[in-house]
């Protein structure tokens, strides 16, 4: 999704009108609707600005995610952490044999967790 697309549907979510986050902006409803458009590329601080404005991260606005909109990650533990570094080493061939992997473990856990409900 583009950017553009990404700042309509955050202020249409928040009920704004284009004039309201133009102002917040200081600048007009008009150049402000060129972003929105695509007519015109957003400056990076008029990108952090929106992120501020609506709580959520500049990978939000730029479309590199949908997973998480709020600025502030969920605290890992330190061992969460350590896995994730580890697993962001991996190539990409390995990261797929850990994902099936780990889909195996799931459903064996899965196949565990029925039998003992079954007895």
């Known amino acids: 999704m583009a950017f553009y697309q990404r700042i309509r549907d955050l202020r249409e979510d ?11 902006l200081g ?5 402000y609707g060129k972003y929105e458009k695509g007519e015109r590329e ?7 600005q929106l ?4 709580d959520v991260s500049l990978d939000y606005i730029a479309g590199r995610t949908n997973l998480l909109r709020s600025r ?9 952490e350590a896995l994730l570094q580890k697993y962001a080493a991996l190539t990409e061939r390995s990261k797929g044999r850990l994902e099936q992997f780990l889909d195996q473990l799931a459903q064996q856990e899965e196949q565990l967790h029925q039998l003992k409900e079954a007895q």
């Open 42 to 48: 957003l400056p990076f601080l008029r990108a952090i």
């Open 72 to 80: 502030k990650a969920p605290s890992l533990s330190p061992d969460e």
């Open 51 to 54: 992120a501020e404005y609506y």
């Open 14 to 24: 928040a009920d704004k009108t284009q004039s309201d986050i133009a102002e917040y």
């Open 27 to 31: 600048t007009t409803a008009q150049y």
